[in-house]
């Protein structure tokens, strides 16, 4: 088995539109048991290296029921979606999952493994959600002790629900109401934590990684905290289920969903790589200084991030960064080191956001510009510079203007390669010179080729890294080069 690229590029695909979409091209039923040979090859030709195929997991009855009824689903999809159906639209949620098993319509394990073989060596990320499962679990039968008790005060608030003459406590983040489709795991006990990894290894033959659901509820501190419970051990559950499964599979990749600063934390509890939501909060909201400051972290911290403008948990890009912002946004995400994380739809523009309990999207057109960009950015971020090069933030000086700008210039080096980068994130017109580093290019006249614009500009070797590189940007307007 090949090894993850260092800094991969991942799409996560909602798979069960996914395949419904693929059926209709084909006039045939499409599952990974009978995958066609066209799409096979499209996948290997793709710039990403892995796929996260989000809701792979065999769907909760009861959950489905419990969507179907939802008046907030409903509402989004008579918004959303041409003659809807909630009974044809709506499935229950990918993250109430009563077992790892491959969904009975998706197709068999079997036809899984064979799928994954074929698309090699391109990888595979599942999910896996430690905090909780869905109400109708075959564990709540078998293994009653593992699961959060609750009580009358909880099933007053409909944080608890009853089962079996038990009362369980209902799955939550300690900041929100709790997800009334699940059933909260109890980390305070060895036993759930020896189940839990069990289940987690039953799933590592299918993939190369998995992306961890809400993966710092169920550190020791925040469990304790949220549920006002002492822990059996000292001994956290990740770094015991991250160091059990690499002793069987040590490229195996473990990726975490973490807020509230708890990133590098679940670093050095083994993960490889832990979301950056605080650059895309910062981006998001214009805060050009705290991107600055973001971009100054130690390497052995900022190398394991995720980078991400969208995926199914936020809005669509295209409609949040707005007015020429996506572009810059884009580049001042996806051409850092770290993880490179791309939802279904993003790089064509997509502008609406559907609950992933929805089995359809609407039907929107792709917008040929941003079409044209991700086209040209995922190609660059495929080339071995931008995965085994060495990222260095630049320095920018201008005459007008003291202290930072709200310009962003850095640069990746490999071998004989340079590429540069130079970022106008404001609202203003700005000018000044980029600081370059050692370049590779020989002594004299070099070349610098625009990556989106295919143009090319001469300057000579020496003036550039005297004086630096000479830039005039609009607003958001940003430049990309080849320098050779």
């Known amino acids: 088995m090949t090894k993850w690229r260092k800094y991969p590029s991942v799409l996560e695909r909602h798979t069960k539109i996914w395949l419904e979409k693929l059926s209709l091209e084909y006039g045939r039923k499409i599952s990974f048991d009978c995958f066609p040979d066209e799409e096979i090859r499209k996948i290997k030709e793709s710039p990403y290296d892995g796929f996260w195929l989000m809701g792979i997991w065999k769907r909760s009855h009861e959950a489905r029921e419990m969507a179907q009824n939802c008046t907030g689903l409903i509402t989004a999809g008579d918004d959303l979606l041409h003659e809807f159906n909630p009974w044809e639209d709506i499935d229950s949620s990918a993250y109430s999952i009563p077992e790892y098993m491959i969904e009975n319509s998706f197709g068999t394990r079997e036809g899984f493994l064979d799928f994954k073989k074929r698309i090699e060596p391109k ?36 944080s608890a629900f009853l089962k079996n003459g038990n009362i369980i406590a209902m ?49 020791n501190d925040v469990f304790s905290r949220t549920w006002n419970k002492p822990i059996e051990t000292s001994e956290e559950f990740w770094k015991k289920a991250i160091a059990e499964v690499k002793y069987l599979n040590e490229g195996f990749l473990f990726i975490a969903e973490v807020y509230w600063g708890m990133e590098w934390e679940l670093q050095q509890q083994g993960f490889d ?38 995926n199914h948990d936020e809005e669509r890009a295209s409609s949040v960064f707005k007015n020429g912002k996506l572009f810059s946004a884009s580049i001042l995400t996806y051409l850092l080191p770290g ?18 309990q929805f089995t359809r999207w609407p039907e929107e057109n792709p917008d040929p510009e941003i079409l044209i960009f991700f086209q040209k950015m995922l190609n660059l971020i495929a080339e071995e510079a931008l995965h085994e090069g060495r990222w260095t933030l630049l320095k920018i000086y201008s005459p007008e203007e003291q202290g930072f700008s709200g310009v962003f210039s850095f640069q990746w080096s490999y071998k004989d390669e340079d590429v540069l980068a130079v970022v106008n994130n404001t609202p203003f017109h700005k000018s000044g010179f ?6 590779h290019a020989e002594e004299g006249t ?39």
């Open 446 to 484: 070099i070349f610098f080729k625009d990556v989106f614009s295919d143009k090319i500009w001469e300057r000579e070797k020496k003036s550039v890294m005297d004086s630096g590189l000479y830039f005039e940007l609009e607003p958001y307007e940003f430049k990309v080069y080849k320098i050779y």
């Open 434 to 439: 980029s600081m370059l580093e050692k370049i």
């Open 123 to 158: 990888k595979i990320i599942l999910d896996f959600v430690p905090n909780h499962t869905s109400r109708d679990s075959s564990l709540i039968l078998q293994k009653p002790q593992i699961f959060m008790e609750g009580d009358e005060s909880l099933l007053l608030q409909k």
């Open 171 to 219: 799955g939550k983040d300690p900041n929100f109401p709790a997800w009334n489709d699940t059933a909260q795991l109890d980390y305070s006990k060895a036993e759930t934590r020896e189940v839990m990894i069990e289940s987690l290894k039953s799933i590592t033959e299918l993939c190369d990684g998995v992306r961890c659901d809400m993966a710092m509820l169920v550190t």
């Open 339 to 356: 993880m490179r994380l791309f939802y279904e739809g993003q790089t064509e523009g997509r502008k609406n956001r559907s609950p992933i």
């Open 273 to 310: 790589y832990t979301y950056d939501k605080t650059l895309y909060d910062r981006l998001r909201y214009g805060e050009n200084e705290a991107v600055f400051g973001h971009f100054h972290a130690e390497k052995v911290f900022y190398q394991k991030l995720v980078r991400f403008l969208e």
